[in-house]
């Protein structure tokens, strides 16, 4: 594949041990709950940085969770993981409350194998990285990555097992991105994964509700604020200014009108937005254009695993923050795990 542009593709070899090499950093994002339509719904004007993203970017408003769930911690273990939920090529997570784990849980013990993920991927290679959460059971991955959990590095230097070098938890999003503003003024990770809980918090406590004014929208303002800090701190420090790639999606939307999301049939708690910025990446491009070949836009159904030519899926962002990095995918994983999900221009023609 050709790459063009000021910028190119991140080197896929890059020197393994040293973090200080890395060529990017790379900040994947999820919104829990947000719906596609509520952001095109309010708007440029009310949503300027949703709309950067879409402007400078490449996106789709119609990506997928995963197929047999819609709730939050098995399509966010599915984004670390690069699987969906069921069957044996899946994690096998499907709890959703932290209160419901067993003692001594971990992602590997509820599978009955390791289950390798993102953070290991970028980890192994001597990539710093941290996860940034808004809700308590995050804390599931940073107990199945810790110091004792976690798999041996078998990959150049040994970085450890402690797969998550910082675990920050704070149960208002907007607590957690200024955790994360300060750590960007004085730090650099390489990979990093923010959580941020709005409109799900809302869509529970006030419904799923589109219309406007209403307290899911709200919401969903709230979260363009926080993305506004996000590009803030980008571009207010040079270590992170002009290097770094967002990577933008949800885990589930939410049935209009209702406080719930779990109805697997529902296209609205299914369908989701996938938003990929940063250096290279084509200015206002279509995801599914740029891939024609290797994924397909489902329309209004979601697809099972092997079904044809695959939608976008959040599950893939693992594997596509780890191409950005340079890295090769997580071993194991079923979704983007050939890292095929193409998010530059295509090759330029000379004219004849």
Known sequence: ??????????????????????????????????????????????????????????????ARS????????????????????TGPEGHNWTINRDTEFPPDITLHKQK??????????????????????SKSKFSLFDVSYNESNGAPDV??????????????????SENVVDQLERAMKRDVYDFVMLHIRNPDTAGHVFKWNTEIPSPYMASVRKVDELLGDVFEQIESNATWRGRTYLVVTADHGGATGEKQHKTIQNPENYTI???????????????????PETRKDPGSLNPELHEGIPPIR???????????LGV?????????????LNVWPPIQQESQ
């Open 155 to 172: 990959i150049g230097a040994d970085n450890g097992k402690d797969k998550i070098d910082v675990f920050q938890f704070k149960n208002r």
């Open 328 to 340: 090769p995918a997580i071993p194991g994983s079923t979704v983007n795990s050939r890292q095929d």
């Open 273 to 291: 937005p996938f938003y990929v910025w940063g250096p290279g990446i084509p200015a206002g491009a279509d995801l599914y254009a740029l891939n």
């Open 314 to 324: 959040n599950a893939g962002a693992g594997n596509l923050c780890l191409d950005l």
């Open 112 to 133: 009955g194998s390791y289950l390798d993920s993102v953070f290991a991927g970028a980890h192994d290679y001597g990539f710093r990285t941290a996860l940034y959460a």
């Open 66 to 85: 995963a197929r047999d769930y819609t709730i939050t911690l098995p399509n966010h273990t599915g984004m670390i993981t690069g699987r969906l939920v």
């Open 1 to 62: 594949m050709w790459y063009v542009g000021a910028q190119s593709k991140p080197d896929p070899n890059p020197v393994v041990g040293n973090p200080a090499t890395s060529p990017v950093s790379v900040v994947l994002i999820s919104i829990d709950g947000l719906r596609p339509d509520a952001v095109t719904k309010l708007g440029a004007n009310t949503l300027p940085h949703f709309f950067r993203l879409r402007r400078e970017g490449a996106f789709t408003d119609n």
